[in-house]
């Protein structure tokens, strides 16, 4: 499947993502349990909390449509089941669904980080409808194929997305955040990257961790301050790169983290 070929979906983006309340879920997930088993055991318990039967209707369904290819989000359970801290465990829900929700990932990694990088300072609805509406008429030949409507609510829930992600800040007018990724967070994310890649250069040039709003730069620094920690071992000289990380795999991360 080509980037052209993923589909943009205007109900996950105004849905959004229920990060607290994903996280109880899968903190109590059932392994053994099917996804509609788990989903079944949540509707009958409420055990997110939810605060209506319509709400929780609506976070079964934005579940159901997210995850229902439990094994690419496996992790995600394994870690919240682990005992992470779920400030820890949100940079990783937003790594994963980056790599299925495509205009998450176009809004974050491309046209939001881009913005920062041009040095634009406040990010507003109005700027992100415009987005959307390039974006539609590019993949779907119109820009008149989602509503008004549906353009507005899906521009203000991404910007509602980012705030929640903390990589944007503030109520009226958003603007960027000082975001830093926690340690753990950033050490899963080198794992599944040098599992995936295999070289340390392609790593830390990685454009997936625009997903974070982080350059190479960033990515270098955070890798000698914990080198300077003990955590990893990273050595540069000149153009080469060289990172060892603490697990072979990240399986084996996972499992050393636990609790």
Not at 67 to 78: G, S
Not at 88 to 115: A, G, M, N, Q, Y
């Amino acid at each position: 499947m080509t980037v052209q070929d993923r589909e943009i979906s205007s109900f996950l983006a105004i849905k959004g993502i229920y990060i607290e309340e994903t996280f109880r879920a899968f903190r109590d997930w059932d392994l053994d349990a099917s996804l509609e088993e788990n989903l079944k055991q949540i509707q009958t318990s409420n055990s997110i909390g939810a605060p209506s039967a319509g709400w929780l209707r609506n976070f079964l369904w934005v579940t159901h449509r997210r995850y229902r290819v439990v094994a690419q989000y496996l992790p995600l359970i394994q870690l919240a089941r682990a005992g992470w801290h779920i400030d820890e465990w949100r940079p990783v829900l937003l790594w994963h669904s980056c790599s299925t929700d495509e205009l998450l990932r176009l809004f974050i990694c491309d046209w939001l980080f881009s913005k920062r990088e041009e040095g634009v300072v406040a990010i507003t609805a109005h700027s992100v409808r415009e987005f959307l509406s390039g974006l539609i008429k590019e993949r779907l030949g119109s820009a008149t194929a989602w509503t008004e409507s549906t353009l507005s609510r899906a521009a203000s829930k991404l910007l509602r997305t980012a705030v929640e992600f903390r990589l944007l800040e503030g109520r009226k007018i958003k603007t960027f955040a000082a975001y830093r990724i926690p340690e753990s967070s950033f050490l899963y994310c080198l794992h599944t990257l040098m599992e995936r890649d295999k070289s340390t250069r392609r790593v830390v040039d990685s454009p997936d961790w625009r997903i974070f709003l982080m350059q190479s730069q960033d990515v270098e620094e955070e890798l000698l301050r914990l080198h300077q920690y003990g955590k990893l071992r990273f050595e540069r000289a000149g153009t080469f790169l060289e990172l060892t990380l603490p697990c072979e795999h990240t399986e084996e991360f996972i499992r050393s983290r636990a609790g």
